[in-house]
């Protein structure tokens, strides 16, 4: 039987929305974002037609590291609220039809976590072994840091005990041993206390380092395998809630991502974000040329029918572009951040996209249309839907996280706190909140929020797109990206100017099996409010997309005609 059969796939075509509850909105005005707030604001993502909400962290933490430190798995960081508060968001959530995810981030701790500060006590504390260590010097892993400047090694040595802990990350996140079976139990409890409350499930922060094993015992029979485990992990989650979900984040090629989705039976994570079509989108646009995207998504593979993949323009790190060639990536830099500030870490830019693409309204719509457009499940970062940009005073990623800019008020409508209080300051300059925020757009009908409004609404009425087979469709323009989705007998049509030129598209869209006199009538019916576009004597289409253009079409057709 497969996981299809026991389970609501709701995953397959939701609009996943990310937001960090300390700078959506602030309810108590403390300066510091909240749940008392994100509950005044759940309306609004009802109205956008937003159907799941992502939580970033917001478990107890020294905030060094915007809550990916965690010191509790099983409570609220008190500025934020309580458990009861974050009980009634999702009730008021699920009363609006919108599932919860949280992050759950199982990597690491915080050092400050009661765990690791019983395990620096001595070498034979109970807790020891729920995290890495070692005895001996470790050799120069300097090439191994996530992190590159802020760490020069993955070890750190602990006063305490003379011995050398494992962090991934930043020496103050050790990283938890899920070679022991007590942590593995602790992951899988605290999982279950967030299921009970009503979340429906997880996006699994760094998965390929939380299934790092470089505390199993050297005993191969006692050695656990890391994708057993992923997909027990699984298991326990669809036991307790059998249309939870697991969003997993792997920035790995897609031969290892398939693994992380469990092969053939698609049993360990159910969705992973495509952080492979993301670089090439960015690729294509910096190009003005819609191959480097179309030969990726040649390239992916096949996956379960009950997987997913997860679509972005923009998430809450930096815009990664480590899989890019470096004059691949060279040439992204020069287009879209050329500035050293800009960029982090030598591999990606801290911006987001509208600033990226000079406030061009046609071509920052035309990416949107086209990542709701593709294959996968579209996830929007908060502030997206209305083209927020970014920060560059704050330090790092932090350049992206900035609070959301609700009106032209003081501190952008966020908090009634004085500026000084603020979790983080407001965007400064053009894309700031005197031009940039929710109640402007709202009230403009030919806004971007209404514009990504309308887009969730066909998206939402397009079951094709989250259900169907994708295929690529041939086409003259090289700036041009040409695709159709067919799901239980139905097509939509897809195309996307790269280009600052107008271009005229002529391509069979009906595959070259199919009769020409069964077209008779048949046409492209267009869901964004153009002309409908017929077909003519040999099976071909032919339309006009502006410079950055977009259009999204179904096939209508007579009843004896089979599409091939």
């Not at 009950?306 to 004059?327: C, G, I, P, Y």
């Not at 008779?520 to 253009?549: M, S, T």
Request: charged share 25%; proline share 6%.
């Amino acid at each position: 039987m497969s996981i299809a059969e026991t389970s609501d796939l709701w995953w397959k075509n939701a609009v996943i929305y990310c937001l960090d509850p300390e700078t959506f909105f602030d309810g108590d005005g403390d300066g510091t974002g909240d749940f008392s707030g994100l509950i005044q604001r759940v309306d609004y993502l009802a109205a956008l037609g937003v159907t799941c909400i992502w939580l970033m962290p917001f478990y107890p933490t020294p905030d060094r590291d915007d809550g990916y430190d965690v010191t509790d798995m099983y409570g609220v960081d008190r500025r934020l609220g309580t458990l009861g508060d974050v009980v009634e968001f999702i009730r008021t959530a699920k009363d609006r039809g919108m599932r919860v995810i949280a992050d759950f981030v199982v990597n690491h701790t915080s050092d400050r976590h009661p765990w690791f500060v019983e395990s620096r006590k001595s070498l034979d504390n109970p807790y020891r072994d729920y995290y890495v260590w070692r005895d001996d010097t470790p050799p120069d892993t300097s090439d191994e840091v996530v992190f590159p400047g802020e760490e020069s090694s993955i070890w750190t040595r602990d006063q305490a005990t003379g011995e050398w802990y494992l962090h991934m990350f930043a020496k103050h996140q050790p990283d938890l041993n899920v070679a022991n079976p007590k942590v593995r139990d602790e992951i899988a409890k605290s999982m279950g206390f967030w299921l009970q409350l009503g979340i429906d499930g997880f996006r699994l922060d760094a998965v390929p380092f939380f299934l790092e094993l470089r505390g199993a015992p050297e005993d191969k029979a006692a050695r656990i395998d890391p994708h057993d485990y992923l997909a027990a992990l699984r298991s326990f989650l669809n036991r307790r809630n059998g249309s939870g979900v697991l969003l997993g984040e792997v920035n790995l090629p897609y031969k290892d991502q398939l693994k992380y989705f469990g092969g053939p039976e698609g049993n360990e994570l159910n969705m992973q974000f495509d952080f492979l079509s993301m670089q090439m989108m960015y690729l294509s646009l910096a190009r003005e040329d819609a191959r480097p995207l179309a030969t990726n998504l040649k390239s992916r593979p096949k996956i379960h029918p009950d997987n997913q993949w997860a679509m972005f323009v923009r998430n809450h790190d930096e815009l990664t572009l480590d899989k890019l060639s470096d004059t691949e990536r060279e040439e992204v830099f020069a287009a879209f951040g050329p500035d050293e500030n800009m960029q982090m870490y030598g591999r990606g830019l801290r911006r987001r996209l509208p600033t990226m693409l000079s406030g061009d309204p046609a071509r920052i719509r035309m990416v949107y249309s086209l990542m709701f457009s593709l294959p996968g499940t579209p996830v929007l970062f908060y502030g997206e839907e209305i083209g927020m940009g970014e920060d560059l005073r704050a330090e790092g990623r932090s350049a992206v996280r900035s609070p959301m800019q609700w009106s032209s008020a003081e501190n952008g409508g966020f908090s009634t706190a004085p500026a000084k209080d603020l979790v983080a300051q407001p965007v400064d300059g053009s894309f700031g909140p005197e031009f940039i925020n929710v109640a402007s757009a709202k009230r403009e009908p030919g806004s971007l929020w209404n514009f990504v409004a309308t887009l969730i609404q066909r998206y939402r009425e397009s079951p094709e797109l989250g259900w169907g087979d994708f295929e690529l469709l041939k086409q003259p323009s090289a700036q041009v990206l040409l695709h159709r989705s067919t799901w239980s007998g139905s097509t939509v049509v897809l195309a996307h100017n790269f280009g600052a030129e107008r271009t005229s598209v002529s391509a069979s869209v009906t595959g070259a099996g199919t009769a020409k006199q069964g077209l008779a009538g048949a046409y492209l019916e267009d869901l964004l409010g153009g002309e409908d576009v017929p077909f003519d004597d040999d099976g071909n289409v032919r339309f006009e997309l502006d410079r950055y253009g977009y259009r999204w079409f179904r096939v209508h057709r007579p009843e004896n005609l089979k599409l091939v």
